[in-house]
């Protein structure tokens, strides 16, 4: 199975940019559509952004698009989410997801379609 862990979260101001990190370990990363989610305080966890497996099909969640990007480096076994205009209500433990998969262009914007989660990281915009 895949092994998943975030980075690259922290505190910042309002409109500044971060970048997540999620690094794979225990199987290549390209047999595997991914995905952002977060997780803000007394919330449901919520869908922020998919990759499939090549990178070719991508989808955002309206509260982002325009200002997140996600992208995949299958080299690397790693996916990223590149978060610029930040926003305090981006504030939320933000997670990887991992879903094995063997067909390309596919993504999946609910948690449950998802088999492998990494432990999150702490995103924080004050105002």
């Known amino acids: 199975q895949v092994q998943l862990v975030e980075s690259g979260g922290g505190l910042v101001q309002a409109g500044e940019s971060l970048r997540l990190s999620c690094a794979a370990s225990?199987?290549?990363?390209?047999?595997?559509?991914m995905g952002w989610f977060r997780q803000a305080p007394r919330k449901e966890r919520e869908f922020v952004a998919a990759v499939s497996l090549t990178g070719g099909n991508t989808r955002y969640a309206d509260s982002v698009k325009g200002r997140f990007t996600i992208s995949r480096d299958n080299a690397k076994n790693a996916i990223y989410l590149q978060m610029n205009s930040l926003k305090p209500e981006d504030t939320a433990v933000y997670y990887c997801?991992?879903?094995?998969?063997?067909?390309?262009?596919?993504?999946?914007?609910?948690?449950?379609?998802?088999?492998?989660w990494g432990q999150g990281t702490q995103v924080t915009v004050s105002s």
């Open positions: 997801a991992a879903k094995s998969l063997f067909t390309d262009i596919v993504v999946f914007t609910t948690p449950h379609a998802y088999n492998y």
């Open positions: 225990g199987r290549t990363l390209s047999g595997y559509a």
